[in-house]
């Protein structure tokens, strides 16, 4: 289910936020109604799609994934309607292969759940890359790497598990089993 559009009077910037997960859906509306924005919920992209197009969003916050469907997919169209929609995509199964896909698109920034509203401001508000950002002495663990290379290859065949699972010489059921797990934390 989705908001209407509504038109806002009051000039707030318009945000939409995107995720199947309707709880956390209004729980970050809230939070952000409160920091000035007129919000509008999609739990799907069809949904979201039209909501845009009725009224296309300054600011949008978007979930990865979107039951079996891809949040990146959003990205792309949200840009073509409107270049200067600040995008901030939101993922519970974050990815160095998602994350380049995303800012690839066009997506402003990219951020792993648990997020906060104030965390989600601070990345819509950054503009430019940070060059001083620390640099890791360690290297990425092999689980971390598998699972990098799993994300990499199965981006590059459009979420299609069986044929990712024929490129990795691994049984489709094993490959889901992987994806089910969360990646490990570094």
Same mark, same amino acid.
């Given at each position: 289910?989705?908001?209407s559009?509504?038109t806002?009077?009051?000039e707030?910037?318009?945000?939409l936020?995107?995720d199947?997960d ?8 809230? =939070? ?13 992209? /069809?949904?979201?799609?039209y909501?845009?197009?009725? &009224?296309?969003?300054?600011? *949008? !916050? ?5 039951s &079996?469907?891809?949040?990146l %997919?959003?990205?792309?169209?949200? +840009? =073509? ?5 600040? !995008? %901030? ?5 974050? &990815?160095?292969?998602?994350?380049? /896909?995303? !800012?690839?698109?066009g ?15 601070? *990345?819509f508000?950054? !503009? ?19 699972w /990098? ?7 590059? $065949?459009d $979420? $299609?598990?069986?044929?990712?699972a ?6 489709? +059921? ?13």
């Amino acid at each position: 289910m989705m908001e209407s559009p509504i038109t806002d009077s009051t000039e707030n910037p318009s945000l939409l936020i995107v995720d199947d997960d309707i709880i956390f859906c209004d729980v970050l509306a809230k =939070a952000m109604r409160k920091r000035g924005f007129f919000v509008t919920c999609a739990h799907t992209i /069809e949904d979201a799609l039209y909501l845009a197009e009725q &009224s296309t969003p300054e600011y *949008a !916050i978007i979930d990865l994934k979107l039951s &079996s469907e891809s949040g990146l %997919v959003l990205v792309e169209k949200l +840009r =073509a309607l409107d270049p200067g929609t600040r !995008i %901030v995509m939101l993922t519970g199964y974050a &990815s160095i292969a998602t994350a380049v /896909e995303a !800012i690839k698109l066009g997506a402003t920034h990219y951020l792993a759940k648990p997020v906060d509203a104030d965390q989600i401001m601070a *990345a819509f508000e950054r !503009i430019v890359g940070e060059t001083k950002i620390a640099i890791s002495a360690y290297p990425l663990s092999v689980g971390r790497l598998e699972w /990098e290379y799993i994300q990499r290859i199965l981006a590059e $065949n459009d $979420n $299609n598990i069986s044929v990712t699972a024929r490129i990795l010489n691994m049984h489709r +059921r094993t490959l889901q089993r992987k994806l089910a797990k969360r990646p490990l934390r570094e």
